[in-house]
């Protein structure tokens, strides 16, 4: 009688780098993505904040501090957690505004930006857009503007995404978002405040790379 019993090691030998290649891979990307929509909603959140601070006064418009952007820039370090935001990325903060005197000429009034990754803002730096050069910032033919004593917070992030497994399976793979918010309530356009100005605030610089906001 012939004996039809055996074990398929041949094949399992040969099929199981693929299944272990492809099930690797599929969980590279799921990584990816979900990395991806972290740090689009750390941009969103940094934008959606940075419209909301000011020092609430009833009598005046509100003043925005050194102290406020650093404590922003402190809650996108804790919120980013694992990915390690300033370490393998950099924040831009920039707020656009109308120049003052003009109808609708837009510039980047102030800009703050914190991280090691050598990433400069798309639209300019502090000061962009004097000389009438910038429409807005945004992609183009979609850029967002600043209405005349209003102004803008643009977020711009760039973050080296880390690989799960392997960066053979996302070689080179970077992160770039952007989000921006209307500042929600009139604010004091003219300056960035110091509490205590015989104390100052480091001043989160984008002629500086390191790594943690202070």
């Known amino acids: 009688m012939q ?26 990307l799921g990584n990816l993505a979900i990395t991806h929509m972290r740090v689009s909603q750390l941009a969103m959140q940094l934008a959606d904040n940075g419209s909301r601070i000011g020092d609430v006064s009833m009598l005046e418009d509100l003043k925005i501090y050194e102290s406020d952007i650093n404590d922003l820039l402190v809650g996108a370090k ?11 990325g ?6 656009l505004e109308v120049v003052p005197g003009t109808e609708d000429t837009q510039y980047i009034h102030w800009q703050r930006c914190k991280g090691k990754r050598d990433f400069q803002s798309s639209y300019g730096a502090e000061g962009a857009g004097l000389d009438g050069s910038l429409d807005g910032m945004g992609p183009a033919g979609e850029e967002v503007s600043a209405a005349p004593g209003d102004a803008v917070i643009f977020v711009e992030i760039e973050y080296a995404y880390q690989p799960l497994v392997s960066a053979r399976f996302v070689p080179d793979a970077v992160i770039r978002t952007t989000a921006t918010f209307n500042v929600r309530d009139d604010r004091d356009l003219t300056q960035i405040y110091q509490r205590d100005p015989a104390t100052p605030d480091p001043i989160a610089s984008c002629n500086l790379y390191n790594g943690y906001a202070t």
């Open 78 to 88: 804790i919120q980013s957690g694992k990915l390690d935001l300033f370490e393998h």
């Open 90 to 95: 950099r924040v831009i903060i920039s707020s």
């Open 3 to 28: 004996n039809r019993s055996g074990v398929a090691a041949v094949e399992m030998a040969l099929g199981a780098p693929l299944v272990l290649t492809l099930g690797l891979w599929g969980a590279e």
